[in-house]
């Protein structure tokens, strides 16, 4: 299958290692990766602050650039939550039914990453080695938005070498919320206290998630304690095999 | 016209009222404790309900159905509420509706009431007001006895003491009640408050309590409690006043059916409310002999003229919202600055203000979802709450805002792959001053509020899109070759 790749702009400047185990994984199970150099952001971060006007020419810029594909597949749970939940509302309010039309026809091919390999392609095992103790972080846009269930649970079980420790309160938010972290400094700090003694308690070297944002929180707050625990997004695991590359590589 | 919802006209913003609460421990501690423990008892009876989903979806359909003909519903519970006996009075605001109900008491030539617990009388200070005329509130409910005599104020909707702990509320009832000894079991210090109330509820003539539910068909007014408090105070006073917000009324008595399911499962984890009572008008012989009921607008008009923020009037004050959120978690209530507090008061409040005040609240939430997912009329609290937040940034236009810039700033890079990739590169070497090892640990202005608990990586040498270029190169490269 031909797969068009809408890696997030974030993904894209801070965590580039995820995309690249996004396209080694796929492409491993036979895919061919499409990347339009054209994309950059889906208007989450504005849409979610309150600036729905300058989210409206990111949402046209998106629909443009993936219209003709197959399938996208986008490795943040929360940019497809952008797109599912608010690109149709946000469409109708433009009063243009071509683009509502074009908005209804692309979403039903838009898929995170765990739902494009459980739910679309039919994948549980895709083959990974990662011979490490991993707790799993289910984001709340993964958990409550696109109700991912226990796909990405059921895709890392399969991991050949994997220790899996179930996350205590796994329903309960990092404290991430996009600006709501700089705007709330305080308040996110103490919603990060708690997730990390979760975490911490799990004796985990590895913490994983569908979302490097609520990855890059956590993580963020672990590495300033100096803890002994180290993210790693859900397609890194994914793509690490026993043939050496990435296999227990640092990240 | 003044709307007033409690003081959230002078609070604080969130994030600034938040600070001294974060630092109290024993706060911290009981806001947990009570929430962890109002949660799991309300999985356990929501599990064991089959048809959970279709009451919530029954639920908001009325809601939605009710608030689309309000002006209709209000009317005919006017005129069942009238032919039963009682009397109907409408209030625009908050200080019309303490006009009525002060000129009520006098006109029955009291100095003293006693309360049902009755959030919208806080919303509108009707204690404060009373008193101002010289007569005084006495409130019966256990936790709002709490807070009265503590001089607090209420951090929760259904459970306003719950940032106090029983050796806390123990030595509010020494103080207060001029208790020379009191023990510190529960049934101690319920035995006390129940010893302090029997006289007020023996002597006092009139009663005023709020609604849960206003039935236009009958012109019943539902009231639920656990205490058996609200029984006394609706059955021994002569005089009953009642003042309900106008988004209270439902259509018929059948509809219970449906709230009566959700509510005490929602709110405090139980099958059934306690207690349960239903007062229609007046009956000769039987509980009070003059029956008022005052319908409060105070800004719910306003709220209902906002199509895409309307849903909030279906809420049923359970606070369901309030005990799985995150937010409310680690603050309680007090940092709202408002009667109503949690995901609710944070999209409520504010409109209610007509969005002149409690600008803070709406971003005063992860927009996590654990709120929409516990509601039982199905408000898609994180949609209004992202919907105000652009009202009140659009009505920000103009101001010179830092966030405002670097927002506008961002959506231009965003609009074209060159600015994109030109930004990209401009962070790279723009970061110098502050990257150390691969890590940013301080950041100047706002973003240090992320880098005062937080590490944050660096950006990284190469992009995702550069290292897929340079693959795209090297590839066609060996091609060639």
Not at chain 2, 334 to 352: D, E, K, R, V
Request: proline share 4%; net charge neutral.
């Amino acid at each position: 299958m031909r797969i068009s790749l809408f890696i997030t702009c974030y993904n894209d400047t801070l965590f580039p290692e995820t995309g690249q185990a996004v396209v080694r994984l796929l492409e491993n199970l036979g895919h061919t990766i499409d990347f339009p150099l054209e994309q950059t952001c889906c208007g989450q971060m504005h849409y979610n602050t309150g600036y729905e006007r300058e989210a409206m020419p990111l949402m046209r810029r998106f629909v443009d650039i993936f219209r003709d594909s197959e399938v996208v597949c986008i490795p943040s749970s929360s940019c497809v939550a952008m797109i599912r939940d608010h690109y149709p509302k946000m469409a109708a309010a433009q009063n243009d039914p071509e683009l509502v039309r074009a908005v209804g026809e692309l979403l039903p091919r838009v898929f995170e990453l765990t739902e494009l390999l459980v739910h679309r392609l039919g994948t549980e095992d895709v083959g990974a080695y990662f011979p490490h103790r991993v707790t799993y972080h289910a984001s709340c846009h993964s958990l409550r938005s696109l109700q991912l269930g226990d796909a990405p649970l059921r895709l890392l079980r399969n991991v050949r070498g994997i220790e899996l420790i179930d996350l205590p309160n796994v329903d309960r938010c990092c404290g991430f919320g996009g600006a709501f972290a700089i705007k709330m400094g305080d308040i996110s700090a103490a919603m990060l206290a708690e997730k990390m003694t979760d975490v911490e308690n799990t004796g985990a070297e590895v913490v994983t998630a569908v979302d490097n944002s609520c990855l890059m929180h956590i993580f963020g707050g672990l590495h300033r304690q100096r803890a002994g625990t180290r993210m790693a997004h859900i397609a890194e695991i994914l793509a690490s095999t026993d043939t050496g590359r990435n296999a227990g590589a640092q990240v | 016209m003044t709307i007033r919802v409690g003081e959230s006209g002078q609070a604080p913003s969130f994030q600034r009222a938040a600070l001294p609460l974060l630092k109290d421990a024993q706060l911290r501690k009981n806001v947990r404790h009570a929430t962890d423990v109002i949660q799991s008892k309300r999985a356990s009876v929501v599990a064991e309900t089959k048809d959970w989903q279709e009451l919530r979806t029954s639920a908001s359909a009325i809601k939605a159905h009710t608030l689309r003909h309000l002006d209709r519903y209000l009317q005919q519970f006017e005129q069942a509420c009238t032919a039963a006996g009682g009397e109907v009075h409408w209030a625009t605001d908050a200080d019309e509706a303490n006009r009525i109900i002060t000129a009520l008491v006098k006109q029955y030539q009291c100095n003293e009431v006693i309360k049902i617990k009755t959030m919208t009388s806080d919303e509108i200070g009707l204690n404060q007001a009373l008193e101002n005329s010289g007569i005084h509130a006495h409130e019966t409910d256990l936790a709002e006895l709490i807070i009265q005599l503590g001089n607090d104020k209420p951090s929760h909707i259904v459970v306003p003491a719950l940032h106090k702990n029983r050796s806390q509320v123990r030595e509010i009832f020494l103080e207060k009640m001029h208790l020379s000894e009191l023990g510190e079991r529960p049934e101690d210090l319920t035995a006390a408050a129940r010893h302090y109330l029997r006289e007020k509820f023996l002597n006092v003539k009139i009663g005023v309590c709020g609604a849960n539910f206003l039935v236009a068909e009958t012109g019943g007014v539902s009231i639920v409690e656990s205490e058996g408090n609200g029984r006394m105070c609706l059955t021994l006073p002569d005089v009953l006043i009642a003042v309900a917000g106008i988004d209270k009324v439902i259509p018929s008595f059948q509809d219970l059916e449906v709230f009566l399911q959700l509510l005490p499962r929602s709110a405090t984890g139980e099958r059934m409310n306690p207690y349960n009572s239903l007062w229609t008008g007046v009956h000769a012989g039987d509980g009070p002999r003059h029956f008022h009921v005052v319908l409060l607008d105070n800004g719910r008009t306003g709220v209902l003229a906002d199509a895409a923020a309307r849903e909030t009037l279906h809420c049923i004050r359970c606070a369901a919202c309030l005990n799985t959120c995150p937010v409310y978690r680690q603050t309680g209530g007090h940092a709202y600055g408002s009667t109503y507090s949690g995901p609710i008061g944070a999209i409520l409040t504010p409109q209610l203000n007509n969005m002149q005040h409690s600008q803070s609240l709406p971003f005063a939430s992860s927009l996590c979802g654990a709120c929409y997912e516990v509601c039982p009329v199905k408000i898609n609290i994180p949609e209004v709450l992202i919907h105000l937040r652009s009202r009140i940034i659009q009505g920000q236009k103009g101001n010179f805002d830092f966030e405002a810039l670097a927002m506008r700033a961002a959506a231009a890079a965003f609009a074209s792959r060159r600015r994109f990739e030109a930004t990209q590169r401009l962070g790279r070497i723009g970061q110098w001053p502050f990257e150390s090892n691969g890590w940013v640990r301080n950041l100047p202005g706002m973003l240090g509020n992320w880098t005062r608990v937080r590490d944050l990586r660096a950006l990284p040498r190469q992009t995702f899109r550069e290292w897929w270029k340079e693959r795209a190169t090297s590839r066609k490269e060996q091609d060639h070759a």
